[in-house]
């Protein structure tokens, strides 16, 4: 069984630009949260949807924006990319509701702004 | 907003030895999971702990969570190079309207040295 996929793996960026992260969560999983972890700390939540909705935001700038479609797969974007914003973007999904179920992470999208 | 606070940063120990990391919370929580994340990977679910004084025990893994659900505790009996890696906790808390958060330690880095 396929896990959590995310794409780009790798990508640079320089300053202003604009940002889209995909990620698909495991087949059955409604629930998909975003995290953005810079090196050497935790994941620090960005996102969480759950039946294509909203379900929690975690405190990032509004440039920060994030939407999930019929088929469960989610979208990250990030305008006016900052030199801060440089970090690795993990994709979760989890089973069965947006709860406090075991979170499934993907292999993560690595982000470089220069 | 809700913190997680984890220590030791970091933690070198001679194969064979114990290991233990302490997470602490400034708020009540719904529950605490545990992930262990390799060099180079992606965060891998340990374990949830969602009651009040609970103890869970994987192989030479214990994980606690206190009678407050305040705070928890991993420790790693007799540990082997295998168990490299970042540990970090992370707090559940109910945000509202159907909402999970959840807030992830800064992790404690485990070095074996052989």
């Known amino acids: 069984d396929a896990g959590v996929t995310q794409s780009p793996t790798h990508l640079i960026k320089t300053r202003g630009q604009h940002v889209t992260l995909r990620c698909s969560p495991i087949s059955g999983h409604k629930s998909v949260s975003w995290y953005q972890q810079v090196l050497g700390q935790g994941p620090q939540f960005i996102f969480q949807y759950y039946e294509k909705e909203e379900r929690g935001r975690g405190n990032f700038p509004d440039r920060f924006s994030a939407r999930q479609f019929p088929n469960y797969s989610s979208e990250l974007n990030v305008n006016a990319l900052l030199l801060g914003d440089s970090a690795l973007y993990l994709c979760a999904s989890s089973f069965p509701s947006a709860g406090t179920g075991e979170l499934f992470f993907g292999e993560g999208s690595r982000l470089t702004v220069l | 907003g809700q913190q997680v606070m984890q220590i030791p940063q970091y933690q070198h120990v001679q194969e064979g030895e114990d290991f233990t990391t302490y997470c602490n919370s400034s708020t009540t929580l719904s529950n605490i999971q545990w992930y262990k994340q390799r060099p180079g990977g992606h965060p891998v679910f340990l374990i949830q702990l969602v009651k009040s004084g609970e103890v869970k025990k994987q192989k030479r893994l214990t994980f606690q969570f206190g009678e407050a659900k305040k705070n928890s505790s991993l420790h790693i009996t007799a540990t082997q190079t295998t168990d490299v890696g970042t540990y970090f906790c992370?707090?559940?808390?109910?945000?509202?309207?159907?909402?999970?958060?959840?807030?992830f330690g800064k992790g404690t880095k485990l070095s074996v040295i052989p």
């Open positions: 992370a707090g559940t808390l109910y945000s509202g309207a159907g909402s999970y958060q959840l807030t």
